[in-house]
Nanobody, 119 residues
């Protein structure tokens, strides 16, 4: 079984930065890709970014491109999301996820970490 645990959320002023981490554990942890998502109150879950676990190829949603950076440390089995130039509309619960496939659904999800951006 794979477990994902996010950390690093909190309260920040608009224009500020936060860095999220997602620590993965489990003997079977060998993802093909990992991603970050968020869910704002009253809204659907939104894809933010993904990274191929071995090659490091990244992809971003337009809403965060140029402001957020996804990265990973294969040795530490940790996924990161550096968030800069934060806006009040970035307020949401942020989730990391892991998938064993190149496309399609994600198999494992973290419990989420709250990010609140004040204006």
């Amino acid at each position: 079984q794979v477990q994902l645990v996010e950390s690093g959320g909190g309260l920040v002023q608009a224009g500020g930065s936060l860095s999220l981490s997602c620590a993965a554990s489990g003997r079977t942890f060998s993802p093909t890709r990992m991603g970050w998502f968020r869910r704002a109150p009253g809204k659907d879950r939104e894809f933010l970014a993904l990274i191929s676990w071995n090659g490091g190829t990244t992809s971003y949603a337009d809403s965060v491109k140029g402001r957020f950076t996804i990265s990973r440390d294969n040795v530490k089995n940790t996924l990161y999301l550096q968030m800069n130039s934060l806006k009040p509309e970035d307020t949401a619960v942020y989730y990391c996820a892991a998938s064993s496939t190149r496309v399609g659904r994600y198999d494992y999800w973290g419990q989420g970490t709250q990010v609140t951006v004040s204006s």
